[in-house]
């Protein structure tokens, strides 16, 4: 007759769904670029997770993009997978870290897997001699600046579509060299058969590494929580946070020209970055968010975030 009874049977029953969620197959939402599914090949081989199903999702990124548009919120890539995760739809979802927006996600529990390599490189039709007047494509105004700073390139035009589309558009001549990010290549493949140069400069915060969504009760499922827990055991540090906090508090959005890394240096953490504008740029660094944030300020960087919209 104890009151206490009564719960029994639900207590059992949840200690059985997390017992039991560890066998169910692990649902995988994600775009349907080959891309955006080789990022899932590799997290699932990284992670050992033979039963999985993939959740093929269209996002209105997708669908802008198709369109021609180049000039929107990359958040567009991620919101609609993460509304399948909170609807229960998926269980996980497997994203490029550089398409996920700065501020968190309520409900969302998000986490990065660091890439290899976060270089861009510059793609050539034919010879791989570099001159300012050639044909260059990109449709991120970051690396549209940077090729206008650092390679004084005077014929930049906006070129869309995934990466076959935009190599494919390079071959037929519509374009005499194009900058993409090294590690999609790597991961497609690609890179050995392409005629390229590897460029210095730095990247987009969150280039080349994948986030990887949950929801924030990842921890009642079992599989969910082992993940959850191997990605965390991986991390030696995360500076990819630094990088976050900063775009954050400077309002920097998805077509901000701006690129951020955060490197190791003798157990140091230094941050490091720079802002572009149309005529000038500044460079920051910092050996914390707080003090990159502060070089910033003092450099009024701030002023070259809006000058293109």
């Given at each position: 007759g104890d009151h206490r009874d009564l719960h029994y049977p639900l207590r059992r029953q949840r200690q059985m769904c997390i017992r039991d969620s560890k066998k169910m197959t692990l649902?995988?939402?994600?775009?349907?670029?080959?891309?955006?599914?080789?990022?899932?090949?590799?997290?699932?081989?990284?992670?050992?997770?033979?039963?999985?199903?993939?959740?093929?999702?269209?996002?209105e990124g997708d669908v802008k993009s198709s369109k021609?548009?180049?000039?929107?919120?990359?958040?567009?890539?991620?919101?609609?997978?993460?509304?399948?995760?909170?609807?229960?739809?998926a269980d996980i979802a497997v994203h490029s870290a550089k398409d996920t927006p700065a501020k968190k996600t309520n409900g969302i529990e998000r986490n990065f897997i660091i890439s290899r390599t976060s270089k861009d490189v510059l793609v050539f039709k034919d010879n791989n001699n570099f001159n300012s007047s050639m044909k260059l494509g990109t449709s991120s105004l970051r690396r549209k600046l940077q090729a206008f700073h650092f390679l004084k390139s005077t014929n930049v035009f906006d070129i869309n579509g995934n990466v076959d589309t935009r190599l494919e558009k390079l071959y037929r001549g519509d374009y005499d060299c194009i900058i993409l990010a090294k590690a999609g290549l790597e991961r497609l493949r690609l890179l050995d058969e392409l005629n390229y140069k590897e460029m210095d400069w730095i990247t987009a915060s969150g280039q080349g590494t994948l986030a990887?969504?949950?929801?924030?009760?990842?921890?009642?499922?079992?599989?969910?929580?082992e993940i959850h827990s191997n990605i965390k055991n991986k991390l030696a540090t995360n500076g990819i946070e630094y990088e976050r906090n900063i775009l954050e508090r400077?309002?920097?959005?998805?077509?901000?020209?701006?690129?951020?890394?955060?490197?190791?240096?003798?157990?140091?953490?230094?941050?490091?970055?720079?802002?572009?504008?149309?005529?000038?740029?500044?460079?920051?660094?910092?050996?914390?968010?707080?003090?990159?944030?502060?070089?910033?300020?003092?450099?009024?960087?701030?002023?070259?975030?809006?000058?293109h919209n």
């Amino acid at each position: 007759g104890d009151h206490r009874d009564l719960h029994y049977p639900l207590r059992r029953q949840r200690q059985m769904c997390i017992r039991d969620s560890k066998k169910m197959t692990l649902k995988i939402a994600t775009r349907s670029s080959k891309l955006a599914l080789a990022q899932v090949d590799e997290f699932v081989s990284e992670y050992n997770i033979s039963d999985y199903k993939i959740i093929k999702i269209k996002t209105e990124g997708d669908v802008k993009s198709s369109k021609g548009e180049t000039l929107f919120d990359k958040a567009h890539f991620v919101t609609d997978i993460q509304k399948s995760i909170l609807r229960g739809d998926a269980d996980i979802a497997v994203h490029s870290a550089k398409d996920t927006p700065a501020k968190k996600t309520n409900g969302i529990e998000r986490n990065f897997i660091i890439s290899r390599t976060s270089k861009d490189v510059l793609v050539f039709k034919d010879n791989n001699n570099f001159n300012s007047s050639m044909k260059l494509g990109t449709s991120s105004l970051r690396r549209k600046l940077q090729a206008f700073h650092f390679l004084k390139s005077t014929n930049v035009f906006d070129i869309n579509g995934n990466v076959d589309t935009r190599l494919e558009k390079l071959y037929r001549g519509d374009y005499d060299c194009i900058i993409l990010a090294k590690a999609g290549l790597e991961r497609l493949r690609l890179l050995d058969e392409l005629n390229y140069k590897e460029m210095d400069w730095i990247t987009a915060s969150g280039q080349g590494t994948l986030a990887v969504e949950m929801t924030e009760s990842f921890h009642e499922n079992e599989k969910l929580l082992e993940i959850h827990s191997n990605i965390k055991n991986k991390l030696a540090t995360n500076g990819i946070e630094y990088e976050r906090n900063i775009l954050e508090r400077v309002d920097a959005g998805c077509n901000s020209a701006i690129a951020i890394e955060s490197i190791s240096e003798n157990s140091k953490q230094i941050i490091r970055g720079e802002i572009y504008g149309v005529k000038e740029f500044i460079t920051f660094s910092g050996a914390s968010d707080i003090e990159a944030i502060e070089d910033i300020e003092r450099q009024n960087g701030r002023r070259f975030l809006n000058e293109h919209n």
